[in-house]
């Protein structure tokens, strides 16, 4: 597991019109907030069946929050977050990276 504030993330963060790439959301939410997470790439496909997903960051996701669904934030005290909309809800009421 990473240390320190982390976000993975599925392919990139890619610029998409809105209401955007999930992924980017919570990148730009928190970068916004001033918290610059380590990112993790996560190949493969949220709906795919987990034998199909079986990178290193889906199988730390899954871990993390028993689905394949990126993104997931774990915050420095190790809280995680998981969803765009959580981890921009999070890092609006953030005080400290």
């Known amino acids: 597991m990473a240390t320190g ?3 993975y993330i599925c392919w990139g963060l890619f610029r998409t019109p809105r209401p955007g790439h999930a992924c980017r959301n919570a990148y730009d939410a928190l970068t916004a907030a001033g918290i610059r997470p380590k990112l993790v790439h996560c190949y493969g496909w949220g709906p795919l069946p987990a034998w ?3 990178t290193r960051g889906r199988r730390e996701v ?3 929050t028993d689905r394949d669904w ?5 915050a420095a005290d190790g809280s995680v977050i998981a969803g765009s909309h959580a981890i ?3 890092a609006l009421t953030a005080t400290t990276p």
């Open 5 to 7: 504030p982390t976000l």
């Open 52 to 54: 199909l997903n079986r």
């Open 62 to 64: 899954r871990r993390l």
């Open 70 to 74: 990126v993104p997931v934030f774990v």
């Open 88 to 90: 921009t809800t999070w």
